[in-house]
Structure formats: C-alpha cells, structure tokens
C-alpha cells in the first residue's frame, strides 16, 4: 500500500479497522499514539497505525496522510457512527469548512463522495515541502495546525451549525498561546517572531489574529472544552517554546499554569513538557530540519538562500527595474542603517510588489505568504547590488550637520 498512489484509502481501510478493533483504544490512548507519532508536531515520523512497522519506506508527507486520516476515521467511529456514511460525513465536513487558503473542493463537488474524493482532499490538505518553491507559500509552512481539522471534524459530528465560527474561534485561542508562550522566553530571537508569522501564515479558518492577549490572564480558555481541544492548545504551547536547551523556570510555569487552567491532570501537563523535548532529541537523525537547534530557525536559513538564490538569478533585470525607482533605492539604502516608518514601509512593500510583478522568476512574493519573504528580500538587495546603492544611499556619518 502506497499512499503517493491512488486507491491507498480502500487498502489501508481494513488495517486501521484491525487495529481498532483489536485495541479498543480510548480517546487518551488515542491522542498519545498520535503524540508519539509526531503528527501532531506537523513531523510525522511513524504512522499511528503501522507504528516502524512501515511494510513501505513512506515518506514523512506519506505518514502525514495516513495519520490525518486514521485520526479522522477514529474520531468518526469513536462517536459511534455508521462505517457506511463516513465517506459522506467527512467530504461533506471539508466542503462545509471551505478553508481560507485552498480552493480544491470546487473541483470534484458534483461526484459522489468516496475513498477517491477523501485521498484527494488529504493530498491538498497535507502541506508538501517539494523543492518546487514556487508552490503556494502558504502551504510550504507548517502541518502543526493540520489537527485542528481533527477537532473541527469532532466538533462537526456533534453540531453542524455555526461550524466555521467555532474552527475561527478555537484557531484564534490556539494562536493566542503560541503568540504568549513566545513572550515568555527569556532571550527572545529573530526566529521567535518568525514562528508565529509562519503559524499565521498557515492559517486555515481566520484572516489574521488579534494579538492583544498579554498573558493567560487575557485570554479566553472557553473554546477549549474537549480532551483533544485542551491537550493539543498545551502541545502546541510547548511546541513554540522549544528550543535545544531545557525549559526555564519561567517557560515551565507558564505551560504549568496552562495545564492548570485547562483543568488537565498533572501526569498530562508533565507528558506535554518532556515530550516534545525527547521527540526532537530522538529524530535529530530521522528528519533533516530537526538537525538544527530549531526547525523554524532551519526554515529561515533555507528560505534566505532561496531568496537570495532568486536575486542573483535575476540580478540583471532587478537592478535595471530598481535604477527606474530612485525612491525605492533611496529607502532601501536608509533601512540598512535606521527603521524607516510605517508610511515607508508601505512604499517599499507597494514598490517592490510592483518590480516583482514584472518579473516572472519573483512571482513568488505575490504568491498568499509571500509577504513573509520581503523582509528577507531588503536585506540581500544592498548585499547583492551595492552599485545600485551607493549612488543612492545617505549615510549619516557623512551628512553636513552643519
């Protein structure tokens, strides 16, 4: 069975059903196997069913699409459902969440919901990391987020009504505590603030996320009522607190008083703070990403020489569009040196949107997410054309301050 190939659902659907039955695994038990898994860690380095057991070397996107739906399907008949309706259920949840960021229900809506349909939507759920970059950005993120369809599909089968505002609001909670488990460190670094921007940009259910929760005290823990809901916003927590040493003082008492506010056992909270810790130390060898001291820091590093990999390539056409944008190359060469203001930030961004439109190679930063890139885009220009900015720039040390 080979879940890159078509038909994978129906061949894998008598395993799953075996090893169900044979459990007869509770919800807990089920959400630790998915924990152990890495799947909810979006590094799926065994499947929840096979375990290493792989009859298959899979790839991690491979188990990623097999884990995505054993979790569907046990959730599916941990309520009790009929095994005939669950092809009808599940397809007609995804086309009643129409996610924010893909447009792939449209296309196979009119045909009969089966097997077939549900492989196509764990294709185009499952984010891919192929080395072709000019793939939507947004999903080249992150598969973190990916159980909240998990949830939502839960939640689906007890209530169909108001089913967007509940995936929105339980989202925008799990963003909240990412976006105050990252203020928690003591040493803050650039890779911190990109965490949350990439969690953002993977955004399934919302357009954008109200930061203004400073502490736990701000926030509303209401949309976490489920064992699943409370211990995937704890995971998640101590995902983003993660880094290659151990939790500080303050980091530990931050996802203690978390455990402690979503009303989770002792034995939970400590599973959530050693977990992640021990995965990542175990599969340093298994996944490349995973061989730096943060994955996120790894997604910086490879998206920088992606985009300075574009620059060069195109060296020739951006300096000729950027010698046409006197402004542009003027605030360029200043922002080397001082912040420019909000007002400038926004030319820049409209002006280097305009140059990347007319080139084909750089479509990238037009793509959802790209926005992401600019930032990264500004520093290797005056590294990579200083002809282009030394005609341009004014450097303070040498203005006539008399």
Partial sequence: MNPSSSGWINKHQPVINRFLNAQKIDASEFYELTLRSGFLY???????????????????????????????????????????????????????INPKHASYFSSFSKSKPGAATLEKIIQERVQTNEARFERNFSNLITNAL??????????????????????????????????????????????????????????????????????????????????FEKRYALDLGALALWDDHKLDKTEFLFLNRLGNLLQLPEEVLKVSTTHVLDFIHSNHDRISYLNYSNPVRHFYTQTSNTVKRLILRNKKRLLQELLESKDLVMLLGQSTYRDLNKAEKKQVKAQLLDICKSIPSLAIFMLPGGGVLLPLLIKFIPELLPSAFNDNRIDPSTEDNS
């Fill in 42 to 96: 979006g590094v799926s380095v065994t499947s929840i069913t096979y375990g290493k057991k792989e009859p298959l070397k899979w790839t991690e996107i491979e188990r990623t699409k097999l884990n995505l739906f054993d979790c569907l399907y046990y959730t599916y008949f941990h309520n009790q459902r009929d095994e005939s309706d669950f092809y009808t259920e599940v397809c007609a949840f995804y086309e009643q």
């Fill in 146 to 227: 990916l159980f909240l369809d998990v949830i939502a599909f839960e939640q689906y089968l007890k209530n169909k009504n108001e089913l967007k505002n509940y995936a929105a609001a339980l989202e925008a909670g799990l963003m909240n505590i990412i976006w105050i488990a990252l203020m928690q460190k003591e040493e803050k670094e650039q890779y911190d603030y990109l965490l949350l921007k990439l969690f953002e940009k993977s955004l399934r259910y919302t357009k954008a996320i109200n930061q203004e929760a400073q502490s736990l005290d701000d926030l509303s823990l209401a949309p976490f009522q489920t064992l």
